[in-house]
C-alpha cells in the first residue's frame, strides 16, 4: 500500500512509501495528483530523514532503561555509570529487555540509525529486530552520550528507491530543531512501518 506522508512546515519534502522503500520524494501537491489513491498521513512540524545517533553502545550496552513496573526504586530516567554496571552484575538476562527499551526511547528520539560497536548479542538482537541502520561514528563524539545528543546528525537527504526510514519534528524549521533538541519528535518511520507515534 502506497503512504504519503507529509508535514505542514515542509510540504515541498512529502514521502511516498510504497512498502519498506520511498516510491518518491518530491513536493506534496505534485506528489498527491500523481498518487491519488495513497493512504495520507499529515504531521505537525518538518519530514527530516532521521538521525543517527552516535553513541550505541554506551546507550545500549552501558545504560540500563528501567521497566516502568521499576519506577517507583528506580524512577523512570536512563541510568549509566556504575549504577547501571552493578544492575547487570546482578542480572545479565537484564540487559536484553533494557536495550529494547533504550531502542524505544531512541525511535522517540527520532533516531533511524545508531552508530559504534555494539558487541553484546541483546543490544544488536534489539537495533536489528527495530530495523535501525548502523552508520558510521564520527571521529570526534559531540558531547556526553545522550538520546538528543548536540549537535544532532541528521542523515542524508531523502530520495526515491531508499530505505522509507525518515523521522518527523514538531518545529517549525531545521535550525529550531538543533535548538529544541530531538525529544521533538512526533512520528519515526523505519522501513516503511510507523515506529514511533507521539501521544
Known sequence: MLTLHVAERSPGTAVLADGASLAAVGPYEELAAAHPGARVRRWPGILTPGLLNPYG???LEATYHPDPREADRLGTAPIG???ARAIFRADPSRLGASARRGVQRLLAHGTVAV?????ARPALDAVRRAGLALGHRPPTLPGPPSLSPTPLILLPPLTEGA???FAIFDVEQRADLADKGAATCVATVVAG???YRAH
Do not use: Y
Not at 552508530?115 to 558487541?119: H, K, N, S, T
Open 193 to 195: 512501518r510507523l515506529v
Open 115 to 119: 552508530a559504534g560497536e555494539l558487541r
Open 57 to 59: 553502545p554506551e546507550l
Open 163 to 165: 530505505p522509507a526510514r
Open 81 to 83: 555509570g556504575e549504577r
